[in-house]
T-cell receptor
């Protein structure tokens, strides 16, 4: 079945540094969604990418959808302590999965002041 | 405010006991979902429901049961057949279209006594 993989699993970042987390799907996706889960909290929807090669920005976060619509990346510039949490990507399942999302295992981000 | 309410926040289960986790939404969403999250892991789908009086098994349905008698409510029962129930349980809802993001409740942490 479809698999969504994220790397790295853990990311330790010095405050002020940049980093990128990657998401790869075994199948072509109609869209990719990104969520953030703060420690002890619940996932919160960040953004959705739909078009091939699409790039969207939210302040210091830049999201990109690959040309083949099988991969995506999240780049954070000038990391702050508020960026701590786990970032998940998720894509719709196969054509018969309707509304379901396949979540990656997430990238857990730790920020060192 | 519109949202998803999960209760209780913490729950303890004795051996051989069934417990029910509550999930209520006032977002007028058609679709609802139950996920299980283990420490440092991603989200695994237990059950989902596209419409009232209908639900489907997810990837790890064994030992769980659900009902969807009202649009607003999607309770999850963790039965005694689930031998390793300790986890963080998240309920979500969405408009139901495969391109729509999911909105999550605050979760219920279930532990074994």
């Amino acid at each position: 079945g479809q698999q969504v993989m994220q790397i790295p699993q853990y990311q330790h970042v010095q405050e002020g540094e940049d980093f990128t987390t990657y998401c790869n799907s075994s199948t072509t996706l109609s869209n990719i969604q990104w969520y953030k889960q703060r420690p002890g909290g619940h996932p919160v929807f960040l953004i959705q990418l739909v078009k091939s090669g699409e790039v969207k920005k939210q302040k210091r976060l830049t999201f990109q959808f690959g040309e083949a619509k099988k991969n995506s990346s999240l780049h954070i510039t000038a990391t702050q302590t508020t960026d701590v949490g786990t970032y998940f990507c998720a894509g719709p399942g196969t054509t018969d999965s309707w509304g379901k999302l396949q979540f990656g295992a997430g990238t857990q981000v730790v920020v060192t002041p | 405010d519109g949202g998803i309410t999960q209760s209780p926040k913490y729950l303890f289960r004795k051996e051989g006991q069934n417990v029910t986790l509550s999930c209520e939404q006032n977002l007028n969403h058609d679709a609802m979902y139950w996920y299980r999250q283990d420490p440092g892991q991603g989200l695994r789908l237990i059950y989902y429901s596209q419409i009232v009086n209908d639900f489907q098994k997810g990837d790890i349905a064994e030992g769980y049961s659900v009902s969807r008698e009202k649009k607003e409510s999607f309770p999850l029962t963790v039965t005694s057949a689930q031998k390793n129930p300790t986890a963080f349980y998240l309920c979500a809802s969405s408009m139901g279209d495969r391109n729509q993001p999911q909105h999550f409740g605050d979760g219920t942490r279930l532990s074994i006594l």
